[in-house]
């Protein structure tokens, strides 16, 4: 029996744009459907309504958000 499916490590992730009604984020994703399931997620935790999932050209010049980006000095603003 031969299998026909590739091991998750040797895909190759690709970039989405993740349109939201407030903002624009990049995720990856190694195909649509796990980029879908990973915006609806990310919308969740932003608290904000997914509009669409497109994939990024590669002369896109978009920057990926990380964590490492978050200033949370503006969380401690709003706070106070």
């Known amino acids: 029996m031969q299998h ?3 091991a ?3 895909m190759p992730l690709r970039r989405f744009v993740v ?3 407030k903002n624009e984020y990049i995720v990856l994703g190694t195909d ?3 980029a879908g399931y990973r915006a609806i997620n990310l919308a969740g935790l ?10 990024c ?3 896109d010049t978009r920057q ?3 964590g490492a980006n978050y200033d ?7 706070e106070s």
Do not use: A, M, R, Y
């Open 4 to 6: 026909t499916h590739q």
């Open 8 to 10: 998750l490590s040797d």
């Open 19 to 21: 349109l939201t009604n």
């Open 32 to 34: 649509n459907i796990e």
């Open 46 to 55: 932003v608290d904000e309504e997914l509009k669409d999932v497109i994939p």
């Open 57 to 59: 050209s590669e002369e």
């Open 64 to 66: 990926e958000w990380t």
């Open 72 to 78: 949370q000095t503006k969380d401690n603003e709003k």
